[in-house]
């Protein structure tokens, strides 16, 4: 069965359309990561699968059902980013007692197993903790929920280096044990490639790529080399970036489209033929320019 399922679905802000008759189906019990620049309209999008907010126009429909104002929808579905809001008088034991009484699926084994890891204190009040703890508390709540859809976004933000390790880990072994649709939003492509399943692209208003990380790591691939060499090797091939490095060398991000007997020839004319990094396309896939940030210091 399908999670989600989005059919030519537009937000518009004051006139401006943050997503734009986009279209994907996220199938149930997958990892999917939501990846796109600053501004895209990750928050938008994620908003709406949770019914937070309405869509402008098209379809959508998370469980079959539309999320707006949808009971069955919210006890589904938790959306977890640094602004959750609590009641600011309940303490932090009480919250998730609270948390246990509404999400049917709760675990509180756990959500207590990771409280006292992480050291909480269980009558401090969520409002006083520090970004990061705030941050740390509400990944507590996100993954206890076990909600059959759990929607991460940007969930590390302000976490130490340690405690968003630890929290990768956590929502892993979780998700094996119990699996469920998670989508997660993530400026740290790097950090979380190896948990995804799928990677769900965003450029521009519009889905640029939707396909599983496997085929993302193959999907493009670095030529390095003699810049005559290289360019004559990427003509007529879909360039995603290209970097000058030195006086003749160049690095060219070439969509991979190459058989195995091209790739052997490439290599025989001293081009060094590099993976590409999921999260490094991402970028270039995402800039507006080919060279990236290179280009405002070029012909200078
Ligand atoms: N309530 C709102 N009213 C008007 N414009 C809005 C509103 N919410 C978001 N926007 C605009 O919609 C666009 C998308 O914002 P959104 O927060 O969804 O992006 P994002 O991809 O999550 O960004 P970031 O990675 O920086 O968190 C931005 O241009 C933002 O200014």
New binding site residues.
């Given amino acids: 069965m399908n999670a989600i399922e989005c059919t030519s679905l537009t937000k518009t ?2 006139r ?1 359309k ?1 997503l734009n008759e986009i279209s994907f189906t996220i199938e149930e019990n997958k990892i999917i990561g939501l990846i ?10 994620l908003k709406v699968i949770a019914g937070f907010i309405k869509e402008t126009s098209g379809e959508l429909k998370v469980f079959g059902n539309h999320p707006f104002n949808n009971l069955h929808a919210s006890v589904n579905t938790i959306f977890v980013d640094d602004q959750m809001s609590f009641p600011p008088a309940l303490q932090l034991h009480e919250l998730l007692e609270a948390a246990q009484a509404f999400y049917p699926n709760w675990d509180m084994e756990l959500a207590q197993r990771l409280f006292n890891y992480f050291g909480f204190e269980p009558k401090h009040y969520h409002n006083t903790l520090s970004k990061g703890r705030t941050s740390t508390f509400n990944m507590i709540v996100g993954l206890s929920s076990r909600c059959p859809l759990t929607i991460f ?2 969930p590390t933000t302000g976490m130490d280096e340690a405690v968003r390790h630890d929290f990768y880990r956590a929502l892993l072994k979780d998700y094996i044990a119990h699996p469920r649709t998670i989508v997660i ?1 993530s ?1 740290h492509l790097n950090e979380v490639e190896d948990l995804l399943e799928d990677v769900l692209l ?1 450029k521009n208003g519009k889905v640029k790529l939707h396909m599983p990380i496997s085929e993302l790591k193959e999907w493009a691939v670095g030529l390095k080399g003699s810049s005559a060499l290289v360019r004559q090797w990427a003509e007529g091939r879909e360039m995603i970036y290209q970097q000058y490095i030195g006086q003749d060398t160049m690095l060219a991000v070439v969509r991979n489209d190459f058989t195995d007997e091209e790739i052997q020839r490439v290599r025989r004319a001293q081009i060094e033929v590099l993976p590409v990094r999921a999260s490094d396309l991402c970028v270039y896939l995402t800039n507006d320019t080919k060279g990236g940030i290179d280009d405002v210091f070029s012909d200078r």
Avoid: A
């Fill in positions: 802000y004051l401006k943050v796109g620049r600053n501004g895209v309209g990750k928050t938008t999008l976004d940007e939003s400026h965003l």
